[in-house]
C-alpha cells in the first residue's frame, strides 16, 4: 500500500503532512525570501537553549557527523588535545573524527549502560592539564544513555576547559539552558527530535569564543567562523543550501513552538518511551538500560533468547506491519532499538507494540524475554 511507514529509528523519523508541504517549492539561495527563512530558523534554534546574546547559531549542510566535524576543527586549535568521554558508538565516531583532523585525542572509556561520571572526570581533567576541550554526547544514541551535561560543563568551567556538547538526539526534547550550562559549541541537527528532514546540521557556538576560532579550521567547506561572518554580511549561506530541508525545518520549527516548545515535546517523547517499555514489558522484552538513565529518546531492548528469533526475519516481519525497527549498535550484547522520537504519539507506540506481538506469533516465538 502506498503509505508512508511509521519511522522508529532516530532520524531520518516521521514528519508531519505540513513538514513535507512545506518542501513544494523552489527557492534561490540569493532570494530575500529564502534567506529571510534562513534568519527566522537561526533566531528559533537559539531560543531553543536561550542563547540570544551569549551565543550565535551557525547552520552548515550535510549530515549530523559533518557538523560535528565542523565544529571540532573550529573550535579546537590544531595544537589542542581533546578528551572524549566514552560511552557509546557516536563517542567513538566523534574520537576518530578528531583524530583523523589531526588533533590530540584521548578516549575515557565508561561502560555503555552507565552515564559517563563526573567524578572520574573531575579526576582526569586534574590529573592532566594538557586536555584542552572535552567532547560530550549528551544523549548517547548507540544505547540510548542519557549523560550529565550540567554537572560536566560545570567541570569544564571549573578547570578551564573547552566543551564541544554532541547534542543531536536530545537538542529540543531534553532541556538545555546555555545561560546556566556553560558549552563552546553544542551540535544537532534538522532530522531529529526537531522532527524537520535531514539534510543539515547546526553548531550553537558561545560568542565569547567565536573570534579566536578564526584560522583553527584546515577546512574550507566546513569552517564554522568563515560559515558565520558570510552569512552575517551577506544573509545568504556561503556555498548551496539545502533549501527545502531549511523550509521544512522552519515549518517543523513552528509547530515544535505550537505544542509548547521543548517542555511539550520532552512531555510527549516521554509518553511515547513509557507506552513503548510497558507494552513490550507484557510480551516479555527486557530493556538493556535501568529505566533511571535511559533518555525517552530510543530504547535499547534485549534479543530474544528463542532460537527462532532473527532480527533481519523479525525486522521484515514488523516493517510488513508498517513499522521500521532500528538495529542494536552495542559490541558485546544481541539487541535492537525503538525509537520514540518523531512525529507520532502513544497510540502510533501501542500499534507499534501491537505489530510487534504479531510479528512474534508469525514466527512461532512465545516470549521476547531476553536469555536469563
Ligand atoms: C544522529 C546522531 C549523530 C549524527 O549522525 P548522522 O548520521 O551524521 O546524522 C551524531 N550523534 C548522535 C548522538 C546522533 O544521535
Known amino acids: 500500500m502506498d503509505r508512508d511507514k511509521i519511522l522508529l529509528t532516530p532520524g531520518p523519523l516521521t514528519t508531519t503532512l505540513r513538514t513535507k508541504l512545506a518542501m513544494l517549492k523552489d527557492w534561490g ?59 557509546g558508538a557516536y563517542c567513538k565516531r566523534a574520537a576518530r573524527l578528531t583524530s583523523l583532523m589531526g588533533r590530540r585525542c584521548t578516549l575515557m ?12 572526570v573531575a579526576d582526569k581533567l586534574g590529573a592532566d592539564p594538557s586536555v584542552t576541550h572535552v567532547i560530550l554526547i549528551h544523549c548517547e544514541t548507540g544505547a540510548g544513555v542519557l ?27 531534553l532541556d538545555i539552558d546555555a545561560r546556566e550550562t556553560r558549552f563552546d559549541a553544542l551540535v544537532a541537527a534538522s532530522g531529529k527530535c526537531l522532527e524537520g528532514v535531514p539534510g543539515m546540521g547546526f553548531v550553537v557556538i558561545r560568542k565569547a569564543i567565536l573570534e579566536a576560532c578564526a584560522g583553527n579550521s584546515q577546512s574550507l ?11 552575517e554580511k551577506t544573509t545568504q549561506w556561503r556555498f548551496t543550501p539545502p533549501t ?57 531492548f534485549h534479543a530474544p533468547a528463542d532460537p527462532r528469533y532473527d532480527f533481519t526475519a523479525f525486522y521484515a516481519a514488523a516493517r ?37 506481538a504479531l510479528t512474534l506469533q508469525d514466527m512461532g516465538i512465545a516470549s521476547g524475554a531476553p536469555a536469563s
Open 29 to 87: 539561495s540569493w532570494d530575500a525570501d529564502f534567506n529571510a527563512v534562513t534568519a527566522s530558523v537561526r533566531k528559533s534554534l537559539l531560543a531553543v537553549v536561550h542563547g540570544a546574546g551569549s551565543h550565535v547559531v551557525v547552520p552548515l549542510q550535510g549530515s549530523g557527523t559533518f557538523s560535528v566535524e565542523a565544529a571540532v576543527a573550529t573550535v579546537v586549535p590544531r595544537d589542542g588535545h581533546v578528551l572524549v568521554l566514552d560511552n
Open 109 to 120: 572509556p565508561f561502560d555503555e549502560s552507565q552515564p559517563v561520571s563526573p567524578m572520574a
Open 147 to 173: 549523560n550529565p551535561l550540567r554537572e560536566i560543563a560545570d567541570l569544564c568551567e571549573k578547570h578551564g576547559k573547552g566543551l564541544i556538547v554532541d547534542a543531536m538526539s536530545s537538542f529540543g526534547a
Open 221 to 231: 567547506a566546513m569552517d564554522l567562523v568563515d560559515q558565520y561572518i558570510y552569512m
Open 244 to 300: 527545502h530541508v531549511v523550509v521544512a525545518l522552519h515549518e517543523a520549527i513552528a509547530q515544535f513552538e505550537a505544542e509548547g516548545g521543548q517542555p511539550a515535546r520532552l512531555a510527549r517523547y516521554t509518553r511515547n518511551c513509557e507506552t513503548l517499555v510497558r507494552g513490550m514489558a507484557a510480551l516479555g522484552f527486557k530493556p538493556f538500560l535501568d529505566a533511571a538513565v535511559q533518555a525517552p529518546i530510543i530504547v535499547t
Open 320 to 356: 510488513a506491519r508498517g513499522f521500521i525497527l532500528y538495529p542494536g549498535k552495542l559490541t558485546t550484547v544481541d539487541t535492537f532499538r525503538v525509537g520514540c522520537i518523531g512525529a507520532i504519539g502513544p497510540h502510533e507506540m501501542e500499534q507499534a507494540v501491537h505489530a510487534i
